[in-house]
């Protein structure tokens, strides 16, 4: 089987203790470089599944410069067998680094992608989907750990879901998965596999940003809680009612409805939503 | 009477007894390598004075009776086989001394065997028994052959003989049975000699040649690794060092190192005597084939991670041990080997190690926050190429980052200002001393954050450091200057003690509190700092100084040491909580220390105890500048 992982190499901004405004107040100490943590569970999930099956061959692909290959060769020592930089300049929106991304995993003929959920510095959480999306192939995530059944060619995992629930999810492969901490923890490996990783190649293919499609930015929609909000509880009330009350006023109202049933009846009802939202001529 | 065939079965038993000594591996490996480290001198002081043995009074006067009288029986054998002609007094005086001996010896045997008899299977080998069976009959058949000559051969000077006198009442005046009870008693001592590398009698050469070789060696030290020659710590016994095997070879399973360590009072697996004595055992079973090693067994499955994991580093097992055994360094060898080369590091640790490599302190909170303690306050930050200021404060990161021990920098800082010293920090350079991963086994990443130091220490021409922490105290002097680190290194309290003996600073507004104190483990059983924290309590006014029960090198640990403040403790009572407890009972205000970690694990102690106002806990630095103010 071969696994592709998504590593997204950060600088990491945790403070801002300078003194320039021209540098955003950022003094060279308050940033670190590091790999998205996001993206070292999926590494531990992709290697958990590698010690299942010896055949699998787990590669590594990086957008951008490598920022650091000490910090990449920590991510790579868990047990990855190649790395690939994708090498490419200048800001890229989600979109284009999906499509980029696709292209080299569609290289390396991915049947299980792994990415983590989202990224610590930018936190769009869109790349995973968007890989799916270009490459046809389904998404699943993001999961806190995940597991294959060779006999039936899927790959299940369990995802968080709103208060505590844990909701199982499968999907045939080749798939996408999204990758959220969690579940597991990603492992401090020995240190002649951390001297090992430092000697794994790394491919670099240099990738002319300039000739991917952009996305096209038409209205910005704040993502923001949107609590209900609630009057003064009647203090006659019994305490527990108050709770209850002032409870009842944080809770965001979702405007979405979940489908449930078997796949046909959740299918005729995406398509009975948008028919009659005009989507579908 | 010898006969011709006793001096080939005495060469015989040496034999076998050589040959028992030269299959063992640490023998072999400590005439190669270490017989040159021996102090000989200080075995002989040690032997001379028994102060380690005598620490507890009756094991150590039975073995000062069976180690004179053995000693002194010898003598007077190989002596008698010269034959001098000694005056009539001398002589008589040697025989009264004898048999003195010899009764001292019969007390301490008898002590001896009640105790391992008595004792849990668990806790001695049995077998250490059958030398001290074989040494009751030598001395028994020693006095009945006595007593059976001098109820043969009436003498005039009884005195000399008493225990003889006493015996010779009861026995047959039969040559025959003196004979018979000299062969005896020759065959003990034979049996002794031949069997000596195989029981528990070994000792007597191992745990000598031990004490040569470690009584130079300090407390708590930790042997670098080169980790470029592929040197992983210890996985199996051939990965041990000479040093180490012969300490395991010396151990006599005496239990003393079990008596004072936290882990195992508190309930826990772990028991020093045990580890020492599996490895003993792993040796014995690998040391076949002229000390060349046939099965390497695996020490993973004779020490579990539970038991090594355990540790807290307090070093109490290493000061305690009668003959120098320090297991704590081979307890940091075997977990090195499941950090890095096993990749076994607890779970619970891999966010310490993580932030160490990232931000480069225990907290992860980063260099770019490193100086906030200091908001507000002037504190000098020394830059490259510093010249005119002498003393470098070593913050760590506690002093940095913990808000309690952010305080104790604070009172540091007020009473260096008030003395007038010219100090400074080295404010966003400073990074971890790398104390907690080194003795998690991560030697890499200690060897990483130590280099930096050094090089930033270099950098700016430090002479003198001064660390609040005892941990960066033991490190910085130690291991940094094993590293090529030129400083010289004071802890802050001495510092401080230094300044009041000046007349730099005066404490003289009162502090009226009753304060016990507790003994850090890396200023006290590691570096023997046991009377500074007295004396700066002492110089407080107001402070009524109150001893724990347990203190100075009985000091029982807080369990934040050797990583403990990061490892979870899942088995046994916790080790705070008993020590907060200890001093919760002892009916004072307030608890005194050195240490930030000391001062956090007992704050949570106390906090856990169900006491309605449990004491304070806080760093004896800190009431010192609380009594410079009137604030």
Known sequence: MRIVVCVKQINHTYARTGMDPSLDYIAPEDRVVRTNPYDEVAMELAVRLKEKSADSHITAVTLGPVLSKEELGRCLAMGADECIQLDCRGDLDPWEKSLILSRAISLVEGELIFCGRESLDTGNGQVGQFVARHLRLPYIGPLLECEVDPARNTVRGLRKGARGVRQSMESSMPAVVGVDMGGVDGRLPPYEDRIRAQAIPIRRIKVNSESTPKSEKKRVFSPRPRPRSVPTPDSTLPASKRIEFLLSGSRIEKKGETLRGDPDAAAEGILAYLEKEGFLG | ?631
């Not at chain 2, 909170?365 to 002037?378: I, K, L, S």
């Not at chain 2, 790398?434 to 030697?443: A, H, I, K, N, W």
Request: charge should be positive; hydrophobic fraction near 45%; include cysteine.
């Open chain 2, 1 to 631: 009477m010898l006969t011709v065939f006793d001096p080939m079965l005495f060469a015989l038993a040496l034999l076998v007894m050589l040959k028992g000594f030269h299959r063992r591996r640490a023998w072999a490996e400590w005439a190669r390598k270490g017989s040159s480290r021996a102090d000989w001198r200080a075995l002989a002081g040690y032997l001379l004075n028994h102060r380690a043995i005598l620490r507890k009074k009756d094991r150590g006067l039975s073995h000062l009776a069976l180690f004179w009288g053995i000693v002194f029986m010898v003598v007077v054998v190989i002596a008698a086989q010269f034959k001098p002609t000694l005056p009539r007094g001398l002589s008589l005086v040697l025989s009264l001394l004898s048999d003195v001996l010899g009764v001292a010896m019969l007390a301490g045997l008898a002590f001896f065997l009640l105790r391992r008899h008595s004792e849990d299977p668990q806790k001695g080998p049995k077998r250490a028994l059958f030398p001290l069976w074989v040494l009751l009959v030598v001395v028994l058949t020693g006095f009945l052959a006595e007593g059976t000559r001098m109820s043969i051969v009436s003498q005039d000077s009884v005195w000399a003989s008493p225990a003889g006198l006493i015996f010779s009442l009861g026995l047959p005046e039969s040559p025959f049975f003196m004979q018979l009870m000299l062969r005896i008693h020759f065959f003990g001592v034979l049996l002794l000699i031949a069997l000596l590398p195989y029981t528990a009698f070994r000792h007597i050469a191992a745990a000598a040649t031990n004490v040569a070789y470690a009584s130079s060696r300090r407390k708590g030290a930790v042997r670098a690794l080169p980790l470029q020659e592929g040197d992983m710590g210890a996985g199996t016994v051939t990965d041990l060092t000479w040093g180490q095997c012969l300490d395991a070879e010396a151990c006599v399973s005496c239990g003393r190192c079990e008596e004072q360590c936290p882990a195992f009072i508190s309930g826990k697996s772990l028991s020093p005597r045990r580890v020492m004595q599996g490895i003993s055992a792993l040796l014995e079973a690998a040391g076949h084939n002229r000390g060349a090693v046939q099965t390497s067994p695996e020490l993973t499955e004779a020490v579990p991670d539970r038991d090594i994991w355990a540790c807290t580093g307090c070093l109490a097992c290493a000061v305690h041990c009668p003959v120098l055994v320090d297991p704590t360094n081979m307890i940091i060898d075997m977990r090195r080997y499941r950090t890095l080369k096993l990749g076994n590091l607890p779970g619970e640790t891999h966010p310490l190690v993580r932030d160490l490599r990232l931000y480069g302190d225990v907290n992860g909170r980063g260099a770019a926050h490193r100086m906030d303690w200091a908001f507000g306050q002037d504190v000098p930050v020394l830059s490259e190429g510093n010249k005119d200021r002498d003393i470098l404060l070593w913050v760590g990161c506690s002093g940095a980052f913990h808000p309690q021990y952010m305080e104790t920098a604070r009172s540091l800082v007020r009473i260096l200002t008030q003395a007038g010293a010219s100090f400074g920090v080295l404010g966003k350079k400073e990074l971890c001393c790398g104390d907690p991963v080194r003795r998690l086994g991560e030697e890499s990443l200690f060897l990483e954050l130590a280099e930096k130091n050094i090089k930033v220490l270099k950098e700016r021409r430090i002479k003198t450091v001064v660390p609040l922490c005892p941990h960066c105290y033991h490190t910085l002097l130690h291991d940094y200057k094993e590293m090529g680190a030129e400083i010289n290194v004071v802890h802050a309290v001495d510092l401080v003690l230094d300044l009041i003996d000046q007349k730099a600073i005066a404490l003289k507004y009162p502090v009226e509190k009753r304060v016990a104190l507790h003994d850090p483990c890396y200023l006290g059983r590691a570096n023997g700092l046991y009377e500074p924290i007295r004396r700066l309590a002492r110089a407080i006014p107001g402070v009524e100084l109150k001893e724990l029960p347990r203190n100075r090198e009985k000091a029982f640990c807080c369990g934040g040491g050797n990583g403990g403040m990061w490892l979870h403790e899942d088995t046994g009572e916790r080790l705070n909580r008993m020590r907060a407890k200890e001093a919760s009972d002892a009916g004072v205000d307030l608890v005194g220390t050195a240490c930030p970690y000391c001062l956090t694990m007992l704050q949570d102690g106390m906090g856990a105890l169900d006491v309605e106002a449990p004491p304070d806990v806080a760093d004896i630095i800190q009431l010192a500048a609380r009594s410079m103010s009137r604030d």
